[in-house]
């Protein structure tokens, strides 16, 4: 079955102080590793997909990067506005679902 | 181009009472999934709808059921309803695969 992990639960980080998120996974057949925002109370947004191991993409502050255990969401000089909790997902060959992780929480004090 | 829609955004039911929670896709997007969200389980996987077929189903008991009609909207409904379906479910609709565009969600309170 597949499990997915993510680390830390919370962090709270300044305004401009850089981190990275991780996701770790286990997948029978990776058919894409999915990077969502979710806001209090509102849908899951989605931010990227990678597809393979190597694979990189950016979109504003973050970039996500994908090894054949794990994702990486990395924050680059956060602001407040990114403040949100963000959740990693799986999805493999065979099945029309995503497994997700249980998201990390960050906040960025101004 | 208009996003998922979920009707109602907020609903309060009694234990043992029944609820249709209703998705429209957005235009062109035959495959809809439906998620359930928790504190404490996060979001946990009900079922997947493609051409009216459903094509996968989660591990939630059969009060848990779903359809999707030939314009692609779906309903879901829960009957007998326990304090512990209290959550935020969501629907989700692609073109045909993974999902990747979510609605706001419906968030169901049973009291």
Redesign the interface.
């Known amino acids: 079955e597949d499990q997915v992990t993510q680390s830390p639960e919370a962090l709270r980080l300044q305004e401009g102080e850089s981190s990275s998120l991780n996701c770790s996974y286990t997948v029978s057949g990776l058919?894409?590793l999915?990077w969502?925002r979710q806001d209090p109370?509102?849908?899951?947004?989605?931010l990227f997909?990678l597809y393979s191991a190597g694979e990189e993409k950016e979109k504003e502050r973050l970039k996500a990067t994908l090894t054949k255990k794990e994702s990486f969401l990395h924050i680059t000089a956060p602001k407040p506005e990114d403040s949100a909790t963000y959740?990693c997902?799986v999805?493999d060959f065979g099945?029309?679902?995503?497994?997700?992780?249980?998201?990390t929480r960050l906040t960025i004090i101004p | 181009k208009a996003g998922?829609t979920?009707t109602p955004r907020y609903l309060i039911k009694t234990r043992g009472q029944q609820v249709t929670l209703s998705c429209s896709p957005i235009s062109g997007h035959r495959?809809v999934?439906w998620?359930q969200q928790t504190p404490g389980q996060?979001?946990?996987?009900l079922f997947?709808y493609?051409s009216e077929t459903q094509?996968?189903k989660?591990n939630f008991p059969g009060r848990f059921s779903g359809r999707q009609f030939s314009n692609s909207r779906s309903e879901m409904n829960v009957s007998t309803l326990e304090l512990g379906d209290s959550a935020?479910y969501?629907c989700a609709s692609s073109l045909g695969?993974?999902?990747?565009?979510?609605?706001?969600?419906t968030?169901l309170t049973v009291v």
Request: glycine fraction near 20%.
């Open positions: 058919r894409g999915f969502y109370g509102k849908g899951p947004e989605f997909t959740l997902a999805g099945n029309e679902k995503l497994t997700f992780g249980t998201g | 998922v979920q495959s999934s998620y996060g979001l946990q996987f997947e493609f094509r996968n989660g935020l969501l695969s993974l999902p990747v565009n979510f609605g706001q969600g968030r």
